[in-house]
């Protein structure tokens, strides 16, 4: 497999670049030079390209969680938050075969990180590898990799988009960037639809950053939404102990929806949007709120989740719903500290209301996504 | 009836006041005073607002022609077209009882103008006429109304939203502007519900400008999607000499609709606003093309459509669909002598594919909405 690009050039993360760097040096306007959108036409191959020369004996990288659905945008819309993710550290390995991938080290997480593989054809980190290594066709040079997960499984995260997202920008750095964004997407979908199904929802804002709309898989083509920077959008992101499995969440959803369930539903979605581009962070939480075709299937299997949506809106947020397929429910606010008070309301809820430990988060919007944290020279 | 606005004050049209001003002298920004957002509540009653004093004896007032619908924004976005559309000339007339309106003439449209009552009960030009006359509290004072129609019935360009919007418009500027665009609206979909069916997507954008989502009808709550004013955007409006009346265009539609239909549809619904408001013309065109839900039950019943909507594409526009709910077929591109050449093309398919007469006009986005073209002082 290999890919053509219908944008005009550039490299993703290739201003990243520098010993030692963290993500906090970065400009903060260093989104602003994605193009708008992204299409990717997989009709080449790309073994034609010649091997690059790796630029790093080792490389560091970051991957933020992701909020996908958001409501109505079920399926195709997704965002970064900032500040808790996944990171992979990525090195030149003469004990491994040329061309190949190991996994040395996994940790984070607690426990669940034991359940990862470490079989690189099974563990989306190293699939995202293996991906990008395909694409940029590295035949000399083998690459151990450790993970390090910022993310628990399973919680409507993102957690295998972030492992994913990581491991496919590290590969990518470590030999000069040739890789454009929405190549690695492209790579990241092949981890998600072997781990978790074939979706980018939350791969491509975990890449991206900021806000993204999947408008379509085949060709693959992104809409980078834009949120204005100006505004505060803080995310409450509350995380029961509870385990709610994507397949038992996919099985809740109707084969057939109602038309009029349908329109609304759109309206949402074109609200939603407006919101994102317009910086209405009401509108965003009344989008957030309104879903009539996901939430009310999914909502009853989250123990709890009525309860915690209605003491999240009482409290002051803009809106409330399932993050991904749960059971993180997400809110947002316009405060950081008001993000606290809310938080805490929901956990309670949790409680009270489903019997669930909980623990609460308040996040920024991430409007970078993957990128180098630090690298070493060869 | 009666409103309250959750928005700042502001008047739609009362800087449009002048004898003998027409559109064309408005300030081209005019619409960017224009809250983004606009709700309604239905919880007041007005009678206890003074009855206000006419400011004219008479006035002239324009309203556009409207696409509603676009593709995958079925029943919650429409935008306005420019220099197409209806007139209302409004007098005060002691003839007529105080608090009342009679219809004295409707001309224009060929002979279907005939079709139209001139009781104003049944007419969307009295009714919106007498709805914003009791907004208003007119007791006082009886008017006559002159309807203009420079748009053909049916033909899925908003008709009877124009005629509405400029009944409604006219009222109010020659009580003084008091009402804003959101009640105006109102007024126009208490029409628009007898006449067509209670759906704000012609009406909104009628009164105005632009394009408008409708988020909600409880409350009415309206989206104003500002399209970049730099932009160039064309719309080919062609027009065949066939009836397809909305009943039994509804009745096309399935009262249920497949999940990976609505995730497709609502995902395009999010690339159509955010094309709007980014001013993206292919990704506007390529969104106007997608839907999967109405536009395959309805485009056979419009004799030669596909071949239509083929030829459109073919000739480069970026997108075709059906307007409203037909039979007008509405493409889009970046320039006015290539939009003509596509409308002779699509022309030409609506008789050899369907063996129908059209007509093709191109025209501008229309960004003011319904406005007093005229008047005369008491």
Excluded at 21 to 30: D, E, F, I, Q, V
Excluded at 219 to 239: G, H, S, Y
Excluded at 282 to 297: F, M
């Amino acid at each position: 497999m290999a890919i053509s690009l219908h944008q005009p050039a550039f490299s993703a993360h290739s201003t990243f670049l520098s010993t030692n760097t963290t993500a906090t040096n970065l400009p903060p306007n260093h989104h602003l030079r994605l193009p708008l959108s992204f299409r990717c036409n997989l009709s080449l191959t790309s073994n034609s390209n010649p091997e690059p020369e790796p630029v790093y004996s080792s490389v560091k990288s970051f991957a933020p969680a992701t909020v996908a659905n958001l409501g109505p945008g079920f399926d195709f819309l997704g965002c970064a938050v900032d500040g808790v993710g996944d990171y992979v550290t990525l090195k030149i390995d003469p004990q491994v075969r040329p061309g190949d991938v190991t996994i040395s080290d996994i940790t984070g997480a607690g426990n669940s990180s034991k359940k990862l593989s470490k079989n690189p054809n099974w563990n989306c980190a190293g699939i995202a590898a293996l991906s990008v290594m395909k694409m940029l066709n590295i035949r000399s040079v083998g690459l151990s990799l450790s993970l390090e997960k910022g993310l628990p499984l399973g919680s409507g995260l993102g957690s295998s988009a972030a492992s994913a997202a990581a491991a496919a920008v590290a590969v990518n750095e470590l030999f000069g960037g040739k890789l454009q964004a929405s190549e690695l997407v492209l790579a990241g979908l092949e981890s998600e639809a072997k781990v978790s199904g074939y979706h980018a929802d939350n791969i491509a804002p975990a890449i991206m950053g900021g806000f993204v709309l999947i408008r379509s898989y085949e060709p693959l083509d992104l809409i980078r939404l834009n949120f204005p920077t100006e505004k505060n959008l803080f995310f409450v992101l509350v995380n029961p102990e509870f385990e709610a499995p994507t397949k038992k969440m996919r099985a809740a959803l109707p084969g057939e929806i109602l038309m009029s369930d349908h329109v609304w539903n759109s309206s949402q979605a074109g609200a939603l949007v407006a919101a994102v581009l317009q910086g209405d962070l009401v509108g965003l939480g009344k989008a957030l709120s309104s879903d009539r075709v996901v939430e009310p299937r999914r909502a009853p299997l989250i123990p709890g989740m009525d309860g915690v949506k209605k003491v999240a809106l009482e409290a002051g947020a803009f809106g409330c719903t399932i993050s991904g397929a749960g059971p993180t429910v997400v809110a947002v606010t316009d405060n950081e500290e008001k993000g606290r008070e809310i938080g805490e309301m929901m956990v309670e809820a949790f409680m009270v209301g489903g019997g669930l430990k909980a623990v609460a988060m308040v996040k920024k919007l991430d409007t970078v996504g993957a990128r180098l944290v630090s690298s070493i020279s060869r």
